[in-house]
Each structure stands twice: as structure tokens, then as C-alpha cells.
């Protein structure tokens, strides 16, 4: 059986792809757990790169049926369902390697939450990105958190009450990609992105993902300290 994610690396990027294109990297928790371990591994990198193998980036969860007996409890729901999600996210934001999100096809539910996650996104023209919980009465309360701080609450609102499937022109300005390529040339400049990340220095890759993980969250006079700090070390660090 063919390994669920592979892993790669090539220099100084560490290469991630979903491999289960057959039925369109849909997300096991195993997978969630390795995926999050993956990226805490890659910590001396210089960049990260996620992708799905195949036509589609991620179709969602893949779920497996409750086991017989009595209910789970919200404990054992939280434990075996949803920590394995929370923790995938959490490994996105602590990593201080940048992590570019390359998406083909639909990313849906969880591969929505993930392409938004990554720090950078560059879809190609035929993406297509959609969080359908809502047919189902299912509040996808962790897709909006991977969500939260990209996407004004506003629109966030609506693309998770409507369950609308968007384009890539919309989820561009929504924030949930960081750029559109047209599929023929998405390979070309996701490489020439690579190439020029690779050219700069792990320093200043660090302070600029470090500055936009903290900075929104401080206050004004706070913000200002930390990019002094933050320049002053790179900068001392060039000597």
C-alpha cells in the first residue's frame, strides 16, 4: 500500500504531498497526526511545500464509523475526532518554516481549512474551494478557525451559511489563496516562487512568518517593539 503522504526533500524545501488521488486525498486522522508531525520535523528547512497528488488537493475527512456500543462522549468525540485536526492546524502556526499551499482541483472541507492555513497559496485557474458542513447541520467550527484570521467575518459568515463552492478569483479576495496561476504555467511559477525563497536567508524567512503570527494580536506600541527586535536580530545575525 502506497504511503498515505510522502515526504521529500529536495535542499533546503521540504516537499509534502497527500497521496490517496484515487479518492481525492481525502484526510484520515492517522494522516492528520503524520501530516502535523511531518511539518514539526521540517523545522530546519527554509520552506515547506504542500500538495495533493492527483487532479483534486483534498476532498475533506475520511472518517471512519463509530464503533458499537453506547455514544461516545464530547470527550471522546474531541479526543479521537477533533484533536487530531486541532493539532494539524497548530502545527501549521508553529512552525517557523513558511508553508506554501499548492492547490489544484477542489479543496474541500478540511482541504479548504488547509489551503488556507498554509502561510502561502498559489491555485491554479480550475481550483475550486467550498465548506459544505452546513448541508449537514454540522458547524465547521475548525475549518473557521484555520479561517479565522484570513477571511473578513463578514464573508466568512456567508461562505460557511451558504455552502457555496468558489472559484479562485473569489477565494483571492477573500484571502484564502495568496495568488492564481493558469494551470499550464501553475508548476512553472510555484517553482520560480521555490527558487526565490530558497535565495533568502532562514533568518529573514523566520521573522516575517514570526512578525504576521504575532503581531495582529498585539497592540500598536507592542507591534512596533517586536518588528524593532525582530529586524535587529537579522540584521545583527549578517555580521
Do not use: W
Request: overall charge neutral; charged content about 20%; aromatic content about 4%.
Amino acid at each position: 500500500m502506497p504511503d498515505p503522504i510522502l515526504c521529500e526533500t529536495d535542499g533546503p524545501v521540504t516537499k509534502l504531498t497527500l497521496n490517496r488521488p484515487d479518492v481525492g486525498n481525502l484526510m484520515t486522522n492517522d494522516m492528520g497526526r503524520q501530516l502535523a508531525q511531518m511539518i514539526a520535523a521540517a523545522g530546519q528547512s527554509q520552506l515547506i511545500v504542500l500538495r495533493g497528488a492527483g487532479r483534486d488537493f483534498c476532498l475533506g475527512r475520511d472518517l471512519a464509523p463509530p464503533p458499537p456500543g453506547p455514544p461516545p462522549t464530547a470527550l471522546d468525540v474531541r479526543r479521537g475526532n477533533l484533536e487530531p485536526v486541532l493539532e494539524l492546524y497548530g502545527a501549521f502556526r508553529r512552525s517557523p518554516v513558511p508553508v506554501l499551499g499548492v492547490v489544484t482541483g477542489r479543496a474541500i472541507g478540511l482541504g479548504c481549512a488547509l489551503a488556507s492555513a498554509c502561510d502561502i497559496t498559489i491555485a491554479g485557474g480550475d481550483a475550486r474551494f467550498q465548506l459544505p458542513e452546513m448541508q449537514h447541520d454540522l458547524p465547521p467550527c475548525l475549518a473557521m478557525y484555520a479561517l479565522l484570521d484570513r477571511v473578513p467575518r463578514k464573508a466568512l459568515m456567508h461562505f460557511v451559511y451558504s455552502t457555496v463552492e468558489i472559484d479562485t478569483a473569489t477565494a483571492l479576495a477573500l484571502g484564502i489563496v495568496s495568488r492564481v496561476a493558469p494551470e499550464t504555467k501553475l508548476d512553472a511559477e510555484v517553482d520560480e516562487f521555490v527558487s526565490m525563497m530558497t535565495k533568502r536567508t532562514p533568518a529573514a524567512l523566520r521573522a516575517v512568518k514570526e512578525f504576521l503570527r504575532s503581531a495582529p494580536a498585539m497592540d500598536s506600541q507592542g507591534a512596533m517593539d517586536f518588528a524593532g527586535n525582530l529586524l535587529a536580530n537579522v540584521l545583527s545575525s549578517r555580521r
